[in-house]
């Protein structure tokens, strides 16, 4: 699916994607490996994991999607949109969001769970990296 040149200069600098439908989604950015879920929402959502970008989206940009649901899933799709922190942040601050028990001193804590929640889902964690 080609994005119109307007949609492209308006969602430029974008920092995060946030990725909801189906099950065992796969997606590249650029040709190279981005994104592989190991469990999404069982309920069809339009969102309900985000990914950080890391290097924000350019208009070159290009990403391939892949989405492998068995037949029995009840979502065979996928929903992509892209997001800034600020639009991030004013939407939850819009939904009085908060994140479940938030520890007032992680530092205390040796080991914590997942990093990020938002209202829009919890951020996908770095996939380890080999030595």
Known sequence: MDVSPDELARLR???ILAIGGGRNVRIWRNGRP???S????PEPQISSQLVD???PLTASDRFEVLVCSLESSP???VSLSFWSESELR???DRKA???PETLEDRRAWSVVGRPRFSCLGDFAIPALQSP
């Open 38 to 41: 190991i469990q999404m929402s």
């Open 53 to 55: 970008l890391r290097q």
């Open 97 to 99: 969001w908060k994140p």
């Open 13 to 15: 600098g974008r920092t």
């Open 34 to 36: 981005l994104y592989h």
């Open 75 to 77: 979502v065979l799709g």
């Open 90 to 92: 004013a939407t939850c």
